[in-house]
């Protein structure tokens, strides 16, 4: 059974500081896909990951991918407030026609 | 482009009463899902159509809920009867290719938000 681990589930940091979210996953996915959900939005696709190695930088977030190890990372870099936002990551099966995400990371950045 | 629309966006029903919730996706998107985000977790998929055929619907609860996309275009679920559990946020996504080997981005709407009484 496919398990999708995020970690910390929740986080508080300061404006300014650098952080990596964690994304865990139990068996052999085709995808990888980061989501972001302010509060009381729908999901906004942030980067949708491949390959092994795969690396996609959008602004302060950058998202990477090792299939080996069966992990993805959100890093962000000197956080601003407006990044405060819950982030999910979801892993995609296809051959297995399934989509698992995350209970998410609450990111709150302080001013 | 206009994005994936959704109604009702929220909803008060008592439990044992029936629902129904509609999703037009972004036009000329071949794949639509539907997802149930309850508080605090994150989304989980029900059903997903590929025109309007469904290619996977393992996760829904199929003695209570239904979905169809008869045209190819928008879709409505349905829950019947709801149960106190089935309080969550209904989501319903779009994407051009569906889930091949390609790169493929999933749109989502803003959601209906269901209170089971």
């Known amino acids: 059974e496919l398990k999708v681990e995020q970690n910390p589930l929740f986080l508080s940091m300061q404006e300014g500081k650098n952080y990596t979210i964690y994304c865990n996953y139990s068996?052999?996915?085709?995808?990888l896909y980061w989501y972001r959900q302010d509060p009381g939005k729908s999901l906004e696709s942030l980067f949708v990951?491949?390959?092994?190695?795969a690396v996609k930088q959008e602004g302060r977030l950058m998202a990477s991918l090792d299939t080996k190890a069966r992990l993805s990372t959100l890093h962000i870099t000197a956080a601003v407030h407006d990044l405060s936002a819950t982030y999910f990551c979801a892993v995609d099966m296809i051959r297995d026609d399934k989509i698992i995400f995350g209970k998410g990371t609450r990111l709150h950045i302080l001013p | 482009e206009a994005g994936v629309a959704q109604s009702p966006r929220y909803k008060i029903i008592e439990k044992r009463q029936s629902v129904a919730f509609w999703c037009n996706p972004i036009?000329?998107?071949?794949?639509l899902y539907w997802y149930q985000q309850i508080l605090g977790q994150g989304p989980k998929l029900l059903i997903q159509?590929?025109?309007?055929?469904?290619?996977?619907d393992s996760q829904l609860p199929k003695d209570r809920f239904s979905a169809e996309r008869l045209k190819g275009v928008d879709s409505t679920l349905k829950i019947q009867p709801a149960k106190l559990e089935d309080s969550a946020v209904y989501l319903c996504?779009?994407?051009?290719?569906?889930?091949?080997?390609?790169?493929?981005?999933?749109?989502f709407g803003p959601g209906t938000r269901l209170l089971v009484l």
């Open positions: 990951l491949l390959s092994n190695g």
């Open positions: 996504a779009s994407s051009s290719l569906g889930r091949g080997p390609l790169q493929e981005t999933q749109y």
């Open positions: 036009s000329g998107h071949a794949t």
């Open positions: 068996t052999t996915s085709d995808r």
């Open positions: 159509f590929q025109n309007n055929g469904v290619v996977d």
